[in-house]
Structures are given as C-alpha cells and as structure tokens.
C-alpha cells in the first residue's frame, strides 16, 4: 500500500500526529532525527530545532505529504514508517509523554 498523509491532526514540539489515507492516526517524533541531521552549521534541518519553527509545517495537498518553507519535505510511505500508531482516542491530544 502506497500511504498518503491526509491531514496534520497536531504538532508539539518535535512531535507531530498525521492522518493517513489508511485511516490511521500515527505520531512521528523527528528528535533524534532532527539531532543528527541538524549537526552541520549549514544544515537546513537546524531550522526544525526550533520549536516555533517546527509547527510551521503545513500540507502540501497536490503530493499529500507535509512540508516546511525552507523545503525540506518527506516521501509520505517514509513519515508512515518512522510513525507509531497513536494510543488516543483523540488525535488532538497527543501529549509529549505519551507511550506509543
């Protein structure tokens, strides 16, 4: 199955939970991503760090996936496999502890 992302149900911090076109609400935390590739002085990844920045992710609705202004975007089947399956009845309130 080809995943698509549908909607960006919520952001916090470095944390965000997406609707697929499977139907299934999933969170993907971009921490440990984030530290890695924001290492080079240069890197464009160092933008996401910053947590104002970070949510100001929008949908790009024609290639469903999400994407940030200063271009860095994610194959959708690739946020779909970093994404854990949320535990919440209620997508919108996915908080930053949440055991997923």
């Known amino acids: 199955m080809i995943h698509l ?3 960006i149900e919520n ?7 997406l609707l697929f076109n499977s139907g299934e609400y999933r969170i993907i935390n971009f921490t440990e991503k984030l530290k890695d590739w924001a290492k080079s002085d240069n ?3 160092r933008d996401l760090m910053n947590p104002d920045y970070f949510k100001t992710v929008q949908m790009n609705d024609e290639l469903e ?3 940030w202004e ?3 975007d994610f194959c959708p089947d690739t946020l779909y496999a970093w994404s854990e399956p949320i ?3 209620n997508p919108k309130k996915v908080s930053h502890n949440q055991h997923i």
């Open 43 to 45: 890197s464009k990844y």
């Open 11 to 17: 952001i916090e911090s470095l944390k965000i939970c």
């Open 70 to 72: 200063n271009g860095i």
């Open 87 to 89: 535990k919440s009845t």
């Open 5 to 7: 992302v549908k909607k």
């Open 65 to 67: 996936t999400i994407y």
